[in-house]
């Protein structure tokens, strides 16, 4: 959806179901609570970090802007700070937010790196499974795993992506020997730890692919455009620059 449509639809929603708990005579806790968590999980429909804030933090705001705001006690509005940090844990923090892999980001990977039947993928920080699926359309014949540290998110990942296992783990503390690929979405600052750690774990012949971020340290064995972003290709043992 163009924007700001996104963030109008989730206000609108969020506003919709507010009223109607009130309607129903929920407590204020449940009222507010429920919307606040709508908005959390339709955040991942803005394209960019910010547009994910505004889309998420549209209705609490307006909310505390509103004279309804008199009717919910002051600790509930602490359940926005609990919520995210049940979404991104402290230790999580220093990696990449909910950043979703866009829908054919991937779909030039298959012809630069080929795996056969039964190679093992895992996607590590798989958020809400975007990179799953998107992994799973371009090797259907591969065994497909993620790695995330969130419950809830891990939780809602395994449900949405029932093709895959989706295990609650430390990206950094999990074991990568035995993947024949490694995908990730992560910030410019974590991909050299995440080129360390796969040079010293990932097998001759394994794969480390990073979607926007490269690796200035390493050769890559291929790049591939998606539109305005690039897929960095990296085979382990990896070649320096």
Known sequence: MAWPLPALLTWVLAWALFLLLQSLHAPPVVAMGVPVLLGAGLAVLGATPWR????????????????????????????????LALLYPLNTWRDAPLFPTPTGALQGLPAAVRL??????VDAGCGLGAGLIELHRAYPLARVEGLEWSWPLRALCALRCRFARVRRADIWAADWRGYDMVYLFQRPESMQRAADKAAAELKAGAWMVSLEFEVPTLKPQAVLPVGERK?????????KR
């Open 231 to 239: 897929v960095w290709v990296y085979q382990a043992p990896f070649r």
């Open 52 to 83: 994910r804030v505004f889309i998420g933090s549209g209705f609490p705001l307006s909310l505390a802007a509103s004279g309804l705001a008199a009717a919910v006690p002051a600790w509930a509005w602490l359940l926005p700070l609990v919520l």
């Open 116 to 121: 056969p039947p039964g190679a093992l993928i």
